[in-house]
């Protein structure tokens, strides 16, 4: 099956610009061949890596604390709790033994522990166990031996006295103080439940500058006049001139529009206060105005600052909208946001920067002069800053001789900043997996083939039926984007399997912002060279062209009902989808045209992919001898490059005996 995904709509005819320029899909010109796949892009924008401050030592946790402090207790009472005694350890009858020999001057015994202690002739001390009582014979044995004993009953320590007294009232006591603390934790919590959660940035210390900010020298213009403002307010006071108070950045995800924040914290000079708009939602009512307004006054009391509201649209929607009623809590804090902003009250010195990538679900009193004056587009990047988006990511790389960033710009349209740095960190992947020491040029032809198609299928293995049938049908697309006067050059054909695809075609998009029609019908007919190549070869048809006519009826069927490029249809136009947002529109979601309209936009759509069918036919039955030698090519090689695939039609022209290359469809070359 093959995917050719639908190139991006272009204006119509005499509409206003919008201010955004549509750029190529990555996957533009690329028709992957014989399996379904999707482009994958980056979940993450292409900022660059904060610079990390060097850490403190950290501070002892609490239970070490706890530790020291109970083995020093433990060194000053614990010889009162168990002394130690130097004394000769001797058996009962070893003590009798001494006693008769005379060598005993005194004894004492403990009536509370039975131990018998005494002193010896010799001046040393000795310790043993008796019984309870002396028995008559022992203690006559003491008295005619002349031995001074003695019954002594020690009184118990004071503090091993109390504490089978202290210690259930010490734990209980422990316990109610462990209650009390959790309680005001959890107190303290619901009393500062309102409060923003804002993050304040050092300016002090920047860690992004607009120089870290490739590219996009319009969207840095208009943001460095309100840095400018917030830094010397009078040059702009002098002539009347007002700061707009919100500045809203919208553009697809990851083209950067949370680095830009990150780059004004770090050059504006003054307070910069960062939130998520989902910071703002609680599950209590009235908990996200309170925050607003917690936000507000915190920025008031730095003087000039500058708040900025990340994804914005989760508080920002339309008021009213939805299948039951509105949202109370995100309501409640849209409208607190809209009086902060611009209310009874103003904020003088205050600049709100927001980013969405939705601002067709904002709420229009969010959007009007006087909250978010400018608009800021934040589009994909064009090629010169896709190029200088490269270089800035490839800096900390070592790069091979070979790497040609110029080539992957040029074939990476569509992709956003987030997308292209991860493109080069999978190249660097790529390259420490082949045990390279640095990234070269394959690494990078690997690493987009990853990124938009999806990881190679080693364990893959194709019959040798399959393996040429899939030959010819990359070379059928091949083939017809080398000699379409109006395709983009070839940039290499493969029929490795990678991802759900089992053959890619890929070629260079050249950066267009409007499509003409032969543009199209030539999109359309490569698209059919997959399927043709086969009929023409093989003599019938499989599944492997799938997803090339889903997407080449897609793009017929836009050309037929939304941009006036049919002749029996005229200039009329009918939205090919309506989103539906929280019910709105739910109702209306009905075809738009009469049933004989219908019939006639199915024929149309019909007779353009039929006729491209046919031109594709005969545009290859031309070219049959260059499509047998790329084909060849393709199961000796299995990936050959665009200029490879010019030479080899070429050379075919030039064999061919029935057809003439003065008659022909010239090449292309890449």
Known sequence: MSALPPPPPPPAPGSKPSGQKQSNKPSWGRFPSRGQHGSRKGADSGQQRDGQKPQGRAPLPRWAVWVIAAFAVLLLIGPRLWPTTNADKLTYTEFLTLVREGKVEKVSINNATNQISGELTSGRSFATTGAPLLSDADEELLKSRGVDYNYNTPQPNWFTSLVPILLPFLLIVGFFVWMQRRAMGQAGNIMSIGRSRAKTY???????????????????????????????????????????????????????????????????????????????????????????RDLFQTARKMGRAIIFIDEIDSIGRKRGAGLGGGHDEREQTLNQMLAEMDGFETSEGIVIMAATNRPDILDPALLRPGRFDRQIVVPLPEYEERLAILKVHSKDKRMGADVDLDTMARATPGMSGADLANLVNEAALF?????????????????????????????????????????????????????????????????????????????????????????????????????????????HLNSGAANDLEQATSIARRMVREWGMSQAVGPMAWSTQQQVFLGEDLMTNGREYSDDTAKMIDGEIARILREQEVRARDILQKHRRGLDLVASKLLEEETIDGQAVVRLVQQGLAESPAVSPNTTDSTQSS
Not at 210 to 223: P, Q, S
Not at 225 to 235: A, G, I
Not at 257 to 262: M, P, S, V
């Open 202 to 292: 050092n300016a002090d210390k920047p860690s992004t500058t607009f120089a870290d900010v490739a590219g996009y020298d319009g969207v840095k213009m208009e943001i460095k006049e309100v840095v400018d403002f917030l830094r010397m307010p009078e040059q702009f006071k002098e002539i009347g001139a007002r700061v707009p108070k919100g500045i809203l950045l919208v553009g697809p995800p990851g083209t950067g529009k949370t680095l830009f924040a990150r780059a004004v914290a770090g050059e504006a000079g003054v307070g910069f206060l960062s939130v998520t708009g989902s910071d703002f939602m609680e599950m209590f009512v009235g908990v996200g105005a309170s925050r607003v």
């Open 431 to 539: 390259a420490v997996r082949r045990g390279s020491k640095q990234v070269e040029r394959i690494d990078f032809e690997n690493a987009r083939d990853r990124v938009v198609m999806g990881a190679r299928r080693e364990s893959l293995v194709l019959s040798a039926e399959e393996k040429r049938a899939t030959a010819y049908h990359e070379g059928g697309h091949a083939v017809l984007a080398t000699v379409l006067p109006h395709s983009d050059p070839l940039h290499k054909v493969t029929i490795l399997p990678r991802g759900m695809a089992l053959g890619v075609t890929w070629t260079l998009p050249e950066e267009r912002h409007t499509y003409s029609k032969e543009f199209f019908e030539d999109v359309i007919c490569k698209a059919m060279g997959g399927r043709v190549a086969e009929m023409i070869v093989f003599g």
